[in-house]
């Protein structure tokens, strides 16, 4: 596998489930990051991870957890989420300092029902 | 405070024609912009980037223009193909703050046959 990956492509969940997003790459980036893209809006930063710490939050609800266990890594903790939570949910990675910019998964399409 | 604005939020062009897509930006201290290009339940793709020391970028059909003085970039996309339909994003970054990139809402292009 190469690039960054997604898993669930998709994700139906109850308001009061709990599931977890996840994204691994392979890339060898030292950051990772949670992009949150609903219609309409902008790509919404929730959370940026370097060196496996959390160095952003991005004023997100306490329903979204992450989880960076390592530098290929990274989990979304999702409980008790509301109907206006559906999103695509993007992860991304990069190597701070460079101008590679982003590469980023292919999302999660979550819908809260 | 949006610091990175597309202010189109779609654009339809003709087959064989120019595409445009402006973006604008209000923080002076970014030196380095990308245009990411998303088709639809995909994560965004990497396009183009321009450097500030630059004022054009050239990549095949597709060229990127910087005035730093307007603090103003556009993609140019010659000749505009059915496939090129997607969302369109710029995003800025500084070297000298944080390793994130600020994201436009993105422009919808539409080419059509």
């Known amino acids: 596998e190469t690039g960054v990956t997604q898993t669930p492509r998709h994700l139906v969940m109850g308001m009061t489930n709990k599931k977890s997003l996840k994204c691994e790459q392979h890339l060898g980036h030292n950051a990772m990051y949670w992009y949150k893209q609903s219609a309409k809006k902008p790509l919404e930063l929730m959370f940026v991870y370097s060196l496996e710490e959390r160095v952003e939050n991005n004023s997100v609800p306490s329903r979204f957890s992450p989880e960076c266990p390592n530098s290929s890594h990274l989990f979304l903790h999702l409980h008790t989420l509301q109907p206006e939570d559906s999103a695509l949910y993007l992860c991304?990675?990069?190597?701070?300092?460079?101008?590679?910019?982003?590469?980023f998964g292919s999302g999660t399409r979550l819908t809260v029902v | 405070d949006q610091q990175v604005k597309q202010n189109s939020p779609s654009l339809s062009v003709q087959e064989g024609r120019i595409s445009i897509l402006n973006c604008d930006y209000t923080?002076?201290?970014?030196?380095?912009f990308l245009w990411y290009k998303k088709y639809p339940a995909e994560g965004p793709t990497f396009l183009i980037s321009i450097s500030s020391i630059k004022d054009k970028n050239e990549d095949g059909r597709f060229t990127v223009f910087l005035n730093k003085s307007a603090k103003h970039l556009s993609l140019h996309i010659v000749p505009s193909q059915p496939g090129d339909s997607a969302v369109y994003f710029c995003?800025?970054?500084?070297?000298?703050?944080?390793?994130?990139?600020?994201f436009g809402t993105g422009t919808r292009l539409k080419v059509l046959a």
């Open positions: 991304a990675s990069s190597q701070t300092g460079t101008y590679y910019g982003y590469t």
């Open positions: 995003a800025a970054y500084s070297t000298s703050g944080t390793y994130k990139y600020i």
């Open positions: 923080n002076s201290m970014f030196d380095y």
